[in-house]
């Protein structure tokens, strides 16, 4: 239950994520928006992590460098974000990034990419995400 609290909590942070930085970059630019939002992210993070101490910093070293760089991905997220909410709205815009995201997770599980287990998938999970996605095209009409 804890991990379905998690998982909703950072749900709603990302749409009120996307809509703050969507207002950001009317006033001062995309890129702008997206700098700040990495600036204040970093800065709650390490406070956060100077407070639970928690980990071993030394142990980076063991993390393969490709998997280092995972939060510059979120600048090119930013940006697709707020300009998605700025074309299509927001609605539209987190719908279309969730059903992003479950398409690419679901072959990362077929395939066992990252070093994942790999996972069977069945009907019910093709009908899941076609669903979705026919959720979309309603939407959008």
């Known amino acids: 239950m804890k991990g379905v609290i998690f998982a909703l909590l950072g749900g709603a942070c990302i749409t009120l994520q996307g809509v703050a930085n969507a207002r950001i970059s009317q006033d001062i630019g995309t890129w702008q928006a997206a700098t700040i939002t990495q600036l204040t992210g970093f800065i709650l993070s390490l406070l956060i992590l100077l ?10 070293k063991k993390v393969k460098p490709l998997y280092l760089i995972g939060g510059a991905f979120a600048a090119i997220i930013i940006f697709n974000e707020v300009t998605a909410i700025q074309m299509i709205g927001v609605t539209l815009t987190i719908s279309a990034l969730l059903i992003a995201q479950l398409t690419f997770t679901f072959a990362i599980d077929v395939k066992g990419w990252f070093g994942v287990q790999k996972k069977k998938m069945k009907w019910p999970h093709y009908a899941g995400i076609m669903l979705m996605i026919a959720g979309v095209i309603i939407l959008k009409l």
Do not use: A, L, T, V
Request: hydrophobic share 30%.
């Open 51 to 60: 407070m639970i101490k928690d980990g071993h910093m030394r142990e980076y």
